[in-house]
Nanobody, 115 residues
Framework: VQLVESGGGMVESGGSLRLSCAAS????????MRWFRQAPGKERELVATITVGSGSTNYADSVKDRFTISRDNAKKSVYLQMNSLKPEDTAVYYC?????????WGQGTQVTVSS
């Protein structure tokens, strides 16, 4: 089982990044997929969720209307489009897959937004 994030980097305030998460070793169509982030000295927080089946989405208030989560089950991938980035979005971003008691994590990708 593996989740591999990519697409992080450094961007100026107001810029955009698109994170990708490639899944392998399990059937992604059974799993709700989520993006979390963790800034230095802070707890890990849930950023966005996309459910299995209907593909309904939910976002933290801090990123609503700026971030968009999507999934491509055929490519076994999940994405996070991040627009209008702010310095407070700086964090390590983690991909997460959850199904009942099964919970998988990626290694994270760093996003740094300069002011």
């Amino acid at each position: 089982v593996q989740l591999v994030e990519s697409g992080g980097g450094m961007v100026e305030s107001g810029g955009s990044l698109r994170l990708s998460c490639a899944a392998s070793g399990f059937k992604i169509t059974n799993y709700d997929m989520r993006w979390f982030r963790q800034a230095p000295g802070k707890e890990r927080e849930l950023v966005a969720t996309i459910t299995v089946g209907s593909g309904s989405t939910n976002y933290a208030d801090s990123v609503k209307d700026r971030f968009t989560i999507s999934r491509d089950n055929a490519k076994k991938s999940v994405y996070l489009q991040m627009n209008s980035l702010k310095p407070e979005d700086t964090a390590v971003y983690y991909c997460n897959a959850v199904f009942n008691y099964l919970n998988y994590w990626g290694q994270g990708t760093q996003v740094t937004v300069s002011s």
